[in-house]
T-cell receptor
Framework: GAVVSQHPSRVICKSGTSVKIECRSL??????MFWYRQFPKQSLMLMAT?????????EQGVEKDKFLINHASLTLSTLTVTSAHPEDSSFYIC????????????FGPGTRLTVT | GENVEQHPSTLSVQEGDSAVIKCTYS??????FPWYKQELGKRPQLIID?????GEKKDQRIAVTLNKTAKHFSLHITETQPEDSAVYFC??????????FGKGTHLIIQP
């Protein structure tokens, strides 16, 4: 149980275009999902907290107009990287928790974004 | 916000020996401290976690200790094996917040 999927696993796009990444909780409902970014040989950094039915909460330094987050249902959150640039190339990972006092976060497999 | 420091950045041990990785955190409100193992290009895998109401937790060869007063927690791996080689991350979380990760430790098990 507690499986989180992401799609796509890899994407290559041209500079200036937008890319959408999906995060799904397959066997549980997640009122809260989290988006992280990981540059090569670095740690994971929290970008934003995605709340179902409300606006996402962004960490300091993360541009909300560039990284659009939509959490339209209890099993799906999407991250759209708008007007992507080469410096946005990174590994994007989402996670979700069961809630109700459970602290463990279940991570998706990640999406490797390359902007050319 | 929370700040998590992790040491060392690289740790090389002989197979069969023990490995210890240490982390400190800054926010006294943090109450959940997981440890993850990550292989290249893969998602982080939870290997052990501890809540702030517990001082120590053990699972076979892996143990975690937490000192709330000093705001530090440590990962202990005993009888290390080649398959333990990976990057390990500590993290801290308060309430319903997202995780703040340490910078990671590259653990190398020498045969």
């Amino acid at each position: 149980g507690a499986v989180v999927s992401q799609h796509p696993s890899r994407v290559i796009c041209k500079s200036g275009t937008s890319v959408k990444i999906e995060c799904r909780s397959l066997d549980f409902q997640a009122t809260t999902m989290f988006w992280y970014r990981q540059f090569p040989k670095q740690s994971l950094m929290l970008m934003a907290t995605s709340n179902e039915g409300s606006k996402a909460t962004y960490e300091q330094g993360v541009e909300k107009d560039k990284f659009l987050i939509n959490h339209a249902s209890l099993t799906l959150s999407t991250l759209t990287v708008t007007s992507a640039h080469p410096e946005d190339s990174s590994f994007y990972i989402c996670s979700a928790s069961l809630g109700g006092g459970s602290y463990e976060q279940y991570f998706g497999p990640g999406t490797r974004l390359t902007v050319t | 916000g929370e700040n998590v420091e992790q040491h060392p950045s690289t740790l090389s041990v002989q197979e069969g020996d023990s490995a210890v990785i240490k982390c400190t955190y800054s926010d006294s409100a943090s109450n959940y401290f997981p440890w993850y193992k990550q292989e290249l290009g893969k998602r982080p895998q939870l290997i052990i976690d501890i809540r702030s109401n517990v001082g120590e937790k053990k699972d076979q060869r892996i143990a975690v200790t937490l000192n709330k007063t000093a705001k530090h927690f440590s990962l202990h791996i005993t009888e290390t094996q080649p398959e333990d080689s990976a990057v390990y991350f500590c993290a801290a979380r308060g309430g319903a917040d997202g995780l703040t990760f340490g910078k990671g430790t590259h653990l190398i098990i020498q045969p």
